[in-house]
């Protein structure tokens, strides 16, 4: 039997510095190991804070802004991943991280996964940014629509509404994912957010049988007064949503969950493997109770780039398109590849 020390960090961001919001991560990390954790989770693009502007202005008015965050936003590799992946081998614990991260003039919302020996085994990009946040962040691709293996097991990440998109958690379950990490915001919207949270949350656990792990983040007051100071924007809309806690795969909170009323501080648990296996006994949604006959998900996993090198054409020449494989390759031919399951079509019959 199996099981696993996982924790789930409700915190602020150091607001406007992404020195200081990654210092206050690895001391997190510093303090779990100690404690034994062997997971820990951290809010979405937590690093260097999450982009509460762009819910409270108005396009043309987030200009500044919108040029700070790209100043502290984290590139991938830099100074700040080596030092949170020294923190994550240090403490031998497995650490995923939301972040900001630039790319040349762009800023995605990111999910870093480094593993306990501090190597970064994935590095993911939220596939549609919600709402306002399209006019912060790119889009990001399939590649990162898979489960990693990790010294805990088979990690599967997803940032906010991505789990309002069925197809993406399919491919993660799909994939084997045995604990998934969910991250959100926090500090927006309102308690109906935080009430949407749990039942998103705990709906994922039960239908993929695995453990989910979900942090959010937090503002202080004093941030949430210095926000509204710095963009004119509400109070209200960057006030409460905040909902950390850890679910197992029956769909029952482990420990108890962190608040908006709760502030900061973590939510640890045992991972007991052996709940995986009795939820999926009965329900195996990639098992035993699907129909791959009568329904099929294509996956696009390639990542995707602005170009391609002329060696990488088919013999058609330039003007030829691209086409997916007739057959499905293996999983290990299958990575980085579009893969499509094919579903068997019936011969017509006379009516």
Same mark, same amino acid.
């Given at each position: 039997?199996?099981?696993?020390?996982?924790?789930?960090?409700?915190?602020?961001?150091?607001?406007?510095?992404?020195?200081?919001?990654?210092?206050?991560?690895?001391? $997190?990390?510093?303090?779990?190991?100690?404690?034994?954790?062997?997971?820990?989770?951290?809010?979405?693009?937590?690093?260097?804070?999450?982009?509460?502007?762009?819910?409270?202005?108005?396009?043309?008015?987030?200009?500044?802004?919108?040029?700070?965050?790209?100043?502290?936003?984290?590139?991938?590799?830099?100074?700040?991943?080596?030092?949170?992946?020294?923190?994550?081998?240090?403490?031998?614990?497995?650490?995923?991280?939301?972040?900001?991260?630039?790319?040349?003039?762009?800023?995605?919302?990111?999910?870093?996964?480094?593993?306990?020996?501090?190597?970064?085994?994935?590095?993911?990009?939220?596939?549609?940014?919600?709402?306002?946040?399209?006019?912060? $962040?790119?889009?990001?691709?399939?590649?990162?629509?898979?489960?990693?293996?990790?010294?805990?097991?088979?990690?599967?990440?997803?940032?906010? $509404?991505?789990?309002?998109?069925?197809?993406?958690?399919?491919?993660?379950?799909?994939?084997?994912?045995?604990?998934?990490?969910?991250?959100?915001?926090?500090?927006?919207?309102?308690?109906?957010?935080?009430?949407?949270?749990?039942?998103?949350?705990?709906?994922?656990?039960?239908?993929?049988?695995?453990?989910?792990?979900?942090?959010?983040?937090?503002?202080?007051?004093?941030?949430?007064?210095?926000?509204?100071?710095?963009?004119?924007?509400?109070?209200?809309?960057?006030?409460?949503?905040?909902?950390?806690?850890?679910?197992?795969?029956?769909?029952?909170?482990?420990?108890?969950?962190?608040?908006?009323?709760?502030?900061?501080?973590?939510?640890?648990?045992?991972?007991?493997?052996?709940?995986?296996?009795?939820?999926?006994?009965?329900?195996?949604?990639?098992?035993?109770?699907?129909?791959?006959?009568?329904?099929?998900?294509?996956?696009?996993?390639?990542?995707?780039?602005?170009?391609?090198?002329?060696?990488?054409?088919?013999?058609?020449?330039?003007?030829?398109?691209?086409?997916?494989?007739?057959?499905?390759?293996?999983?290990?031919?299958?990575?980085?590849?579009?893969?499509?399951?094919?579903?068997?079509?019936?011969?017509?019959?006379?009516?």
């Amino acid at each position: 039997m199996t099981s696993v020390i996982a924790a789930a960090v409700q915190c602020s961001p150091v607001l406007y510095s992404r020195q200081g919001t990654v210092d206050k991560i690895c001391d $997190w990390i510093d303090r779990l190991g100690r404690d034994g954790v062997e997971l820990v989770v951290f809010g979405e693009t937590l690093v260097p804070y999450y982009p509460y502007f762009s819910f409270v202005q108005a396009p043309c008015a987030m200009g500044k802004q919108h040029m700070l965050l790209m100043e502290e936003a984290v590139v991938v590799p830099s100074a700040a991943t080596r030092q949170l992946a020294a923190a994550a081998k240090r403490a031998g614990m497995v650490v995923s991280v939301g972040v900001n991260e630039r790319d040349g003039g762009s800023v995605y919302n990111a999910q870093l996964l480094f593993d306990a020996n501090g190597e970064l085994v994935q590095h993911r990009r939220k596939i549609t940014p919600t709402f306002h946040e399209r006019m912060v $962040w790119g889009q990001g691709d399939g590649s990162g629509l898979a489960a990693a293996n990790t010294a805990v097991g088979r990690v599967g990440s997803l940032a906010c $509404w991505e789990h309002y998109n069925p197809l993406a958690r399919y491919a993660l379950m799909a994939d084997g994912e045995q604990i998934h990490v969910s991250m959100f915001p926090g500090s927006l919207v309102g308690e109906i957010f935080a009430e949407q949270i749990a039942v998103t949350i705990r709906h994922h656990a039960l239908e993929s049988g695995c453990f989910v792990v979900n942090a959010t983040g937090w503002l202080s007051p004093q941030q949430q007064q210095q926000i509204v100071a710095d963009t004119g924007g509400a109070l209200a809309a960057i006030s409460g949503g905040c909902y950390t806690a850890i679910v197992s795969p029956e769909g029952r909170l482990l420990g108890e969950p962190l608040t908006t009323e709760s502030g900061e501080g973590a939510c640890i648990a045992e991972l007991d493997f052996s709940l995986i296996d009795k939820r999926k006994r009965m329900m195996d949604s990639v098992g035993h109770y699907a129909r791959p006959e009568l329904l099929s998900l294509l996956v696009n996993k390639a990542p995707a780039h602005p170009t391609r090198p002329m060696a990488d054409l088919p013999s058609g020449g330039a003007g030829a398109g691209f086409s997916l494989p007739d057959t499905v390759p293996s999983a290990a031919e299958s990575a980085g590849q579009a893969v499509r399951v094919p579903v068997p079509v019936p011969e017509e019959t006379a009516s």
